[in-house]
């Protein structure tokens, strides 16, 4: 519930029609919970072991850098914009981290640091070409993305090196035997966010992306949220990079590409309106969990891993049909 | 601290003391002039009139004092101090707030968070606290009279009279010196909640600035009026010693002739064409009549009676939820415009706003003009330029549009020429039946005469029309017969010489048969 | 920029008097393509000075030849883009159209050309879908194309296994190999593709509808343009072009791999909004796309010649896109405008 853009009233006693409650939930990432819990559900009785510490902090594993990606990406929708540098940041990231490996606790950090700021970097560009210099978001980011994955073959011209085994192995750990660290990860990016809606900053973000002009005329800096928006998400695709590369261990200058449209694919599912203003990087995250898990899914169902995205596809497409529906019936009423 | 404001300020300033000095202020776009010169002096504690046609410059000369554009020159002086805003929260910060006309509400925020924008209620921790949020929207609720209204509501749900006030409430918080209410009543349905509230801050030596097209309202908030015409600011007028029709001379340049000049009809068999009955809709509670060939049927009422859902309905843009159609005697069954301008003899739809459903920017004049009838002119599926443009000039002429605005873009056209080349289209569209809504909003005098011989013309020819006006008089002037929508129904039908503004203001306003006799 | 488009609004509502204002905008689009094209022949002959073999006959017969595929490319991309949409399923629809040429066709009987107009029905079935539940269940264009786009390279994955077999058709290396009149027929193919795309979007009723369409949905709704209908068709063209595309690559390389789209579906992008359209459709024309097309193949040809790494390749045409869009700009050209007055 973390991400209603108009939180839930406190009280049972306010008039609140159903289909509101519904589109809410829908938009919340209720939905996407729900679907998550009961995909869930069905892996563990068809999969006795998928229960296990090792198997669910694998799982998340293979998660994290999507669900980073797409929680960076859900700040710019939500802004009702579109940022296809995802793929270029992390790509950037990646190879860097396999370039220099910097070993141990404080080589981890060193590196955590400098992917944040690669990303932020990224981000403020995209920031001013958007906000300032006023150009469509997906022309100006296609623009930067072609650019980093320049800069990520300048660094890296085939895949190869070597990520510091220090991140390697502690970030795909888990910590007392059962909590994985990614997971770690992810929920301190879940408590940021939560920290952001409640700040000036957060609840501009919902009100320009819904209408750009009243909020601009309710005193709103339009143009440096929309930046502050951009930067926010390029930190987080730094963050994915960082996560992909203790993931894969190796350096790829291609390695974001797989998952740009993926990251696209979760936000969407997830219920953020591509039309602004509403959404969350909570039903993201989820959106993203589906993904990954629909294919151990369909593995552990015997269905070959060629068809994964044919299911992955389906989803996405009945997903977005049926909030559309939700918020078609919330509008009316 | 955004609450006790505008206490504090009212204590300082005496009633009559200049609070607001404008001298001399322009704004071009480009090559045209929006706002040419500007005076205006709003006195603490008085209600100032601003008064103008459509496209005198109004609309610029709020955003200039609002701070959402800045002037190319002139001066502005808020209480004796140089005024120069370059956004929205500086102008606050000198407490000068607006009610904006196209409201500046976020739909997806609480009523509180509106209320807060753009720095909401911290708690200690610094961090936005919901529960301070609303109590602090509560509390500007209930001091505006609104505390009916919950804070904790979506906007977007709130009806369009609530989202007016809530502007208006948030716009009289932030205006410590100067309040601008821009057409405050649009979507009022009455005017003691807010008149309350001008009352309350005049009280705390706030000068207003009131924008109305509604004389009646003016008359009886505001004590004078600044009159623009053409960007510039004509005079400063009493309003006890000017009748509407000095007003108006001022506003327009020139005396307005409202009497009627049609002649009547000769009284051939009349031939119905579109026959309605009982139509049904979103604001429409079944409404039935007839229009004959050779017919004006004008349509008067106040705002939202259910004449946009009856247009919409006949051009096939909505469905109908109940009653039927009739074009030439066949049962109307179009789902689209291009379905209805093909039926039967044809309807064709002139929209109400040009701006968003009328004029294609980037395309020629001439384009927009032959787009609905594009296969007719067309060999195999390809147009030539040289057919586009004949076509174009035949539909330009009559309408009296000069043919060398065809192959301009039709966004750099002025509203007169855009609404021309619309209303050309409507007529060359071949529909033996037009729908035109409102066919002269904004534009100038010569236009309008221009617009209505093409409707006379049409008429003559056999034609049917039926037509919403604002404007009163041009009911007056063109209709054959006329309808008066109130609530979704037909309130009165008038014909002939019956047609008279005063009768139709009473029926508008819903007065019964017999108190309007 | 909601101000913007308010201001708008006034100047035109104040716009009275002058004469060369409409003219100068709506033939912005055919100055642009024009300096396209000038750049591009300036590029190749100033190539020249930097090495003699660059910027001969020969180099330009291969810009052409490497150009066609983007130009076809572009032309579907271009329509959805006038219409307000966006096209990612292109890469997967291209292999869709590769695949079954070389596995479906080329296994059992190269010679069988008939089978080709098979292909792209084929294809042209990918685009009715994306189309559908775009303008009828009104999946936004971006999520729609996405997902048809992984379902489709899902659906080749598993139909070949994961190794696509199979040769060229004769008629597709025919296209690609062959010359006519000492040209290789396949410009000659592109030439009258350039023609009959730019007759359709320009000429024709069909492209006034896209533009109208493009430009405000609305308004064209009640101008009595058949939306739906139109608002459909430029999904199913340009899930067409993407097939003809696969085709000629499955002729150029002779066979096909699973990854053979994913190169060309940001260039496809690129060319059309460096072309001069807006992204945001309604605006800009084939011509400029095939400029802008062009533009990008010239560029890369050149800088691979140079033997630059490809890297800076990369960076060179990301840059080169976003000085595009910043000299694009609609505010850039009033201000110059004002200038020239």
């Known amino acids: 519930m973390i991400d209603t853009t108009a939180p839930l009233a406190p009280s049972a006693a306010r008039q609140v029609s159903a289909a509101t409650l519904l589109r809410r939930v829908v938009q919340g990432g209720g939905m996407i919970l729900f679907i998550y819990l009961a995909l869930y559900a069905y892996y563990g009785a068809i999969e006795p072991r998928a229960l296990r510490a090792h198997s669910i902090a694998d799982l998340m594993n293979n998660t994290v850098p999507l669900a980073l990606a797409a929680a960076g990406l859900t700040f710019v929708v939500l802004n009702r914009g579109f940022d296809l540098s995802v793929a270029g940041v992390i790509s950037i990231c990646n190879v860097t981290l396999a370039v220099a490996p910097l070993e141990g606790p404080g080589g981890a950090a060193l590196s955590a640091l400098m992917c944040l700021a690669i990303g932020a970097t990224v981000g403020l560009v995209n920031g001013l070409l958007v906000g300032y210099a006023r150009l469509q978001s997906i022309a100006a980011t296609l623009a930067t993305m072609i650019i980093c994955q320049g800069i990520a073959l300048v660094i890296l011209r085939a895949p190869g090196g070597f990520v510091s085994e220090w991140i390697v192995y502690e970030m795909t750990d888990r910590l007392w035997g059962v909590i994985p660290v990614s997971g770690l990860v992810v929920a301190a990016v879940l408590l940021v966010w939560i920290l952001i809606r409640r700040t000036d900053f957060g609840v501009s973000i919902y009100a320009v992306g819904a209408d750009e002009q009243a909020a601009a005329m309710s005193g709103i800096n339009v143009r440096r949220v929309r930046a502050g928006a951009y930067v926010c998400a390029g930190m987080l695709y730094g963050l994915a990079g960082f996560m992909l590369s203790a993931q894969t261990a190796t350096g790829n200058p291609n390695s974001g590409a797989p998952l740009l449209l993926l990251a696209f694919a979760a936000v969407a599912l997830g219920g953020t309106s591509l039309a602004g203003g509403r959404g969350g990087v909570f039903a993201s995250i989820m959106g993203a969990a589906t993904l990954m898990l629909l294919q151990k899914v369909l593995f552990s169902s015997g269905i070959s891993s060629f068809y994964t995205g044919m299911f992955q596809g389906s989803v996405l497409i009945l997903a977005v049909v049926f909030s559309g529906l939700i918020a078609r019936i919330g509008e009316r009423k | ?517 | ?341």
């Open chain 2, 1 to 517: 601290m955004e609450s006790e404001a505008p206490a504090e300020a009212g204590q300082q300033d005496a009633v009559g003391h200049h609070a607001l000095e404008v001298s001399g202020v322009s704004k071009a776009y480009g090559p045209t002039v929006a706002l040419e010169h500007a005076d205006l002096s709003l006195q603490a504690g008085r209600v100032l009139a601003l008064l103008g046609e459509n496209g005198a410059g109004k609309s610029t000369l709020v955003r200039i004092l609002s701070g959402v554009v800045s002037p190319d020159t002139g001066e502005m002086m808020v209480h004796a101090a140089p005024y120069k805003p370059r956004s929205i929260t500086e102008a606050r910060g000198s407490q000068v707030a607006t009610a904006f006309q196209e409201l500046s509400l976020v739909p997806n925020l609480s009523v509180a968070q509106n209320l807060l924008l753009p720095r909401l209620a911290k708690s200690t921790l610094g961090l936005v606290s919901r529960r301070q949020v609303l109590t602090r929207g509560e509390e500007i609720l209930s001091r505006h009279g609104l505390s009916r209204i919950d804070p904790d509501l979506e906007v977007s749900q709130l009806p369009l009279s609530d989202r007016q006030r809530i502007e208006i409430a948030r716009a009289i918080e932030n205006a410590g010196r100067v309040l601008i209410l821009d057409e405050p009543t649009a979507a009022l349905a009455e005017t003691d909640w807010i008149f309350e509230q001008i009352i309350k801050a005049r009280q705390r030596g706030v000068a207003i600035l009131y924008i109305s097209h509604r004389l009646a309202e003016v008359r009886e908030i505001c004590t004078s009026a600044t009159v623009l015409r053409n960007g510039r600011s004509i005079a400063t007028v009493g309003l006890e010693q000017a009748t509407d029709g000095d007003i108006f001379e001022m506003m327009v340049g020139h005396r307005v002739d409202t009497t009627r000049q049609v002649a009547p009809k000769s009284a051939r068999d009349p031939k119905p064409r579109v026959q309605v009955s009982d139509l049904q809709g979103e604001a429409l509670n079944g409404v039935s009549f007839e229009i004959n060939q050779g017919e004006v049927l004008g349509v008067a009422a106040l705002e939202g009676q259910g004449q946009r859902a009856l247009f919409r309905c006949l051009a096939g843009l909505t469905a109908a939820q109940g009653g039927t159609v009739q074009i030439d005697g066949k049962i109307a069954g179009y789902r689209s415009p291009r379905q209805a301008m093909h039926f039967a003899s044809g309807v064709s739809y002139l929209p109400e706003e040009r701006k968003t459903e009328g004029i294609l920017t980037g395309l020629t004049a001439a384009t927009n003009i032959v787009l609905p009838f594009l296969p007719r002119i067309a060999k195999m599926g390809f147009i030539s330029a040289r057919s586009e443009e004949a076509t174009a000039r035949r539909a330009a002429e009559t309408v009296e549009m000069d043919k060398r605005y065809l192959s301009f873009d039709i966004a750099d056209l002025s509203g007169g020429n855009q609404q021309k080349a619309l209303m050309g289209r409507t007529l060359a569209s071949g529909a033996q039946t037009l729908l035109l809504f409102d066919p002269t909003r904004g534009v100038d005098v010569g236009t309008k005469e221009s617009i209505y011989t093409a409707i006379r013309q049409f008429a003559e020819a056999g034609g049917s029309v039926l037509f919403y006006s604002s404007e009163l008089p041009e009911i007056v002037q063109l209709a054959d017969r006329c309808l008066v929508l109130y609530d979704g129904r037909i309130a009165r039908e008038f014909s002939g010489d019956d047609i008279a503004e005063h009768r139709l203001i009473a029926a508008m306003v819903g007065h019964s048969e017999t108190e309007a006799a």
């Open chain 3, 1 to 341: 920029m909601t101000f913007s488009k308010d201001s708008t609004q006034d100047r035109s509502a104040f716009a009275q008097t002058g004469d060369a204002r409409g003219v100068a905008r709506v033939s912005r689009e055919t100055i642009n393509a024009i300096a396209v094209a000038v750049i591009c022949i300036a590029l190749l002959l100033g190539a020249r000075f930097i090495n003699p073999a660059l910027g001969s006959w020969s180099q330009v017969e291969t810009v052409l030849v490497l150009g066609s595929f983007l130009v076809v490319l572009s032309f579907g991309q271009g329509l959805v883009i006038l219409t307000g949409g966006l096209d990612l399923s292109l890469p997967a629809v291209i292999t869709l159209g590769g695949i079954m040429a070389t596995n479906w066709i080329g296994m059992t009987d190269p010679t069988a050309w008939y089978l080709l107009p098979v292909v792209l029905l084929a294809c042209a079935g990918v685009g009715l879908v994306s189309a559908i539940g775009i303008v009828w269940l009104r999946v936004p264009p971006f999520i729609m194309t996405l997902a048809m786009s992984i379902i489709v390279l899902s659906a080749l994955l598993g139909y070949t296994r994961g190794s696509p077999r199979g040769g060229s058709p004769d008629a597709a290396t025919a296209l690609m190999k062959s010359s006519v009149l000492g040209l290789p027929s396949v410009i000659v193919f592109v030439i009258g593709f350039v023609i009959v795309g730019w007759l359709f979007q320009s000429r024709s009723v069909a492209g006034r509808y896209l533009y109208a369409i493009g430009t405000n949905l609305d308004a064209a709704r009640i101008a009595g343009v058949p939306v739906v209908l139109m608002q459909m068709v430029p999904y199913v063209i340009s899930a067409v072009c993407a097939g003809i595309v696969g085709i000629m690559l499955v002729g150029y390389s002779n066979g096909a791999t699973l990854r053979m789209g994913d190169d060309y579906l940001l260039p496809s992008i690129a060319a059309v909004v460096i072309g001069g359209s807006s992204i945001l459709g309604g605006r800009g024309t084939f011509l400029g796309t095939v400029g802008g097309a062009l533009l990008l193949t010239t560029l890369g040809t050149i800088i691979s010649a140079i033997g630059l790494q490809i890297g800076l390749r990369t960076i060179i045409e990301g840059l080169i896109v976003l000085t595009a869009l910043l000299l694009l700009r609609e505010e850039l050209f009033q201000k110059l405008g004002s200038l020239w007055r």
